[in-house]
């Protein structure tokens, strides 16, 4: 007597492709193998019914669109040694997983310091001065272990955005 046995096929799954967040950036400087960008203004600035109270006008004076897009420059790695120039217009992207560590880096760790912190003291001595106390504390030790694990992602270059393609002359932030 013998068994037939009939194989099925099983879908290959295939790894998931890590998603970024993209947006585009103008390139203001090229020193070598580096280059600074300047993010690109999204259309919804200076439209809006507050715009004339915001800062939001041309000059160069200290809260106007020039000078806050000069604070928000940043340094681009280019290692392969693209031939950008300035002017040009660039997608630039950071992986959404990047995104969720430096999240829960700097709001997670000093809130969930703080909140056990606060659980154990108010357990201990069940007083609220002393929880008080003891959730402030535990919120300063939530503070120093978030700037050490960002200065480990930023060590480990995680958080670093990537060159992603050139961008089309009609293309915006929204189309991205």
Not at 72 to 88: S, T
Not at 90 to 115: M, N
Not at 116 to 122: F, L
Request: a positive charge; hydrophobic letters at 45%; one cysteine or more.
């Amino acid at each position: 007597m013998t068994e037939s046995v009939t194989m099925t096929a099983l879908p290959v799954i295939q790894p998931a492709a890590t998603s970024s967040v993209e947006g585009i950036a103008r390139v203001v400087r090229v020193l070598g193998d580096q280059v600074w960008l300047e993010p690109e203004q999204t259309t919804s600035c200076g439209h809006c019914a507050s715009s004339a109270s915001c800062g939001t006008r041309e000059a160069a004076g200290m809260g106007s669109v020039t000078s806050r897009l000069q604070a928000r420059r940043f340094l681009l790695d280019n290692p392969d040694g693209q031939d950008f120039r300035e002017g040009e217009r660039l997608v630039v992207g950071v992986s959404e997983r990047a995104l969720l560590k430096a999240a829960l880096t700097a709001y997670g760790l000093p809130l969930l310091f703080a909140l056990v912190t606060a659980s154990v003291v108010q357990g201990l001595y069940g007083r609220d001065e002393t929880t008080l106390l003891g959730m402030l504390a535990g919120l300063g030790l939530g503070l120093l272990a978030a700037r050490l694990n960002a200065r480990r992602l930023a060590a480990r270059g995680e958080l670093a955005p990537r060159f992603v393609r050139r961008a089309r002359a009609d293309e915006t932030c929204a189309s991205v």
